[in-house]
């Protein structure tokens, strides 16, 4: 054989080893999602399920929001609950997707259902109720009544921080237990405050924000780069006086969706202000979090990686939504790990259109299944959520960068 020949062979083997390994590769065309179809359905779902709502909503005054699923009903929630901003979000991503103004008129008509809670300050779910609906409003559309509701909710949100803590209130309940509660949950709450900053030019909400993040970095995490789910602070000293759990397996458990939360709070927060130390926070979370010994080989979570049941246990939709959306934006930042957070990202959304979607048609409209909300108190076990359908479809924004 001459030595053309053999370049030739050896091309041709090259090239065989290099398509195999494409196709054992999670981009792979059999694993790569296709939003067209996706999307088409999500459309069918939310129509089913306003249609749902519709038909429910005049037995319930004051209940106006889909939650999820309580005995074959749709559960609906005040515009006081914090999951309340999902749905017009929801609404908001389908528009941005389908550019129809059809749901642009949905997605205003749910948002402004919401108003009033711009000057709720009995608790720190600002953010996931004004900037998961105003936000996207304001985004999809730049009208300015938008970004005022959004300014004012940021100005009630501040009322909650404390200076010698160095953090914001999250909750007020349970008094008899905790002096000043923050949970993990809490560091998505700080976009609201970075985006005021950003609308007024007052740098007040961006110093508050930071001394959060910076707070909840020194105090949430362990060693092995878990979180704790509730770290109670002594508000006259400033003190950690507690390390807790509410929603997770035990005080000293990983409980999944809060490590979510903490993944995308850092992310976001090494985007709006270019601080190394988030960056590198969120590096060793999603690191934490990809290798972990539990992590089902499909990236979906057991609702905490602690509970000794595992795998006869819930899982939890939402965690992994939320985790995949967080992993696509951190791509963008981590030179060294970007591929592999983008891979991660697009095999966990796969595997949630593939094997977690709801039937159209089925479980009064809403996207995903097997979400974990409470397990301790035995609420919203293995159910759908709105929070894991919000985030789910902003993960999939992600992969096309129809949003940041
Ligand atoms: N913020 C409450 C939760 O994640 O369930």
Redesign the pocket.
Same mark, same amino acid.
């Given at each position: 054989m001459d030595a053309f020949a053999i370049k030739i062979r050896y091309g041709l083997i090259h090239l065989v080893f290099i398509t195999v390994l494409f196709f054992l590769s999670s981009d792979a065309p059999s694993q790569r999602l296709n939003l067209k179809k996706i999307f088409r359905d999500v459309e069918q779902q939310t129509d089913v399920l306003i249609n749902s709502l519709n038909k429910q909503k005049k037995e319930n005054i004051g209940l106006m929001m889909p939650r999820t699923l309580e005995n074959g009903k749709l559960k609906l929630v005040k515009s006081s609950d914090?999951?309340s901003g999902f749905f017009p979000g929801v609404l908001w991503q389908i528009y941005l997707y389908s550019n129809k103004n059809f749901w642009k008129a949905r997605a205003d008509s749910f948002t402004r259902l919401l108003e009033e809670e711009k000057f709720n300050s009995r608790t720190h779910?600002m953010g996931?109720k004004i900037f998961c609906s105003y936000g996207n409003a304001y985004k999809a559309t730049s009208e300015k009544y938008y970004k005022d509701v959004i300014v004012q909710a940021a100005n009630t949100l501040t009322t909650r921080f404390n200076k010698k803590v160095g953090a914001i209130r999250s909750w007020d309940h349970s008094r008899d237990k905790w002096d000043f509660p923050v949970?993990i949950?809490n560091m998505?709450n700080l976009e609201l405050l970075f985006a005021a900053t950003k609308y007024t030019g007052d740098s007040t909400f961006y110093n508050i924000a930071v001394q959060h993040a910076n707070t909840t970095m020194r105090n949430h995490y362990r060693p092995d780069m878990s979180s704790y789910h509730v770290i109670d602070y002594d508000s006259l000293t400033g003190k950690v006086s507690k390390r807790n759990t509410h929603?997770g397996y035990s005080h000293e458990s990983s409980w999944a969706? !809060?490590q979510a939360?903490g993944l995308y709070g850092f992310t976001m927060c090494y985007e709006e202000t270019g601080l190394q130390s988030y960056l590198a926070q969120a590096e060793a979370i999603a690191n934490y979090l990809i290798h972990h010994p539990k992590m089902p080989r499909d990236l979906i979570p057991y609702w905490d990686f602690d509970d000794p049941a595992i795998p006869h246990v819930s899982k939890d939709a939402?965690a992994a939504a939320v985790m995949a959306s967080a992993l696509l934006r951190l791509s963008t930042f981590s030179t060294k790990n970007g591929y592999l957070y983008k891979k991660t990202a697009n095999k966990i959304l796969y595997n949630l259109s593939k094997y977690y979607g709801s039937p159209v048609g089925e479980n009064m409209g809403f996207i995903l299944l097997h979400s974990t !909300?409470?397990a301790p108190a035995k609420s919203e076990v293995d159910v759908p959520l709105n929070?894991a359908d919000y985030y789910y479809l902003e993960g999939l924004l992600r992969t096309k960068r129809i949003v940041k």
């Open positions: 914090w999951t779910d996931f949970i949950d998505m929603q969706r !809060g939360w939402s !909300g409470h929070y």
